[in-house]
């Protein structure tokens, strides 16, 4: 029911920055939490961060920790995702989710994914 769109992927320098957003459009208001995942040629899409929009809490993976943030403009509805000192393992196609709170959990639980955008770092 909710629709997400990525854009802002590119190719970009060992070393370098990338800006990447997500727009959300349908039933948005309803996700409690947004997520950020990533998925190179030949392996399992990984999880890169989240950010639970009660709470505030923005979850990072260490592979990622401290280069990238995530944050989120509710008046766009839009969720963006920083990324600095990029590495050439970061190269994939980075897919934007949305979701509710698991209450067990108390991780996200997907609902809606976007098609993803191709982020390449070239060193």
């Known amino acids: 029911q909710v629709q997400l769109v990525e854009s802002g992927g590119g190719s970009v320098q060992a070393g370098g920055s990338l800006d990447i957003s997500c727009a959300a459009s349908?039933?948005?208001?309803?996700?409690?939490?947004m997520s950020w995942f990533r998925q190179s040629p030949g392996k399992t899409r990984t999880w890169v961060g989240s950010l639970y929009l009660g709470s505030g809490s923005k979850p990072y993976a260490d592979s990622v920790k401290g280069r990238f943030t995530i944050s989120h403009d509710a008046a766009k509805n839009t969720l963006y995702l920083q990324m600095t000192n990029l590495k050439p393992e970061d190269t994939a196609m980075y897919y934007c989710a949305a979701g509710v709170t698991d209450t067990d959990t108390r991780r996200c639980r997907i609902d809606s994914w976007g098609r993803g955008t191709q982020v390449t770092v070239v060193s």
């Open positions: 349908g039933y948005s208001d309803r996700s409690t939490c």
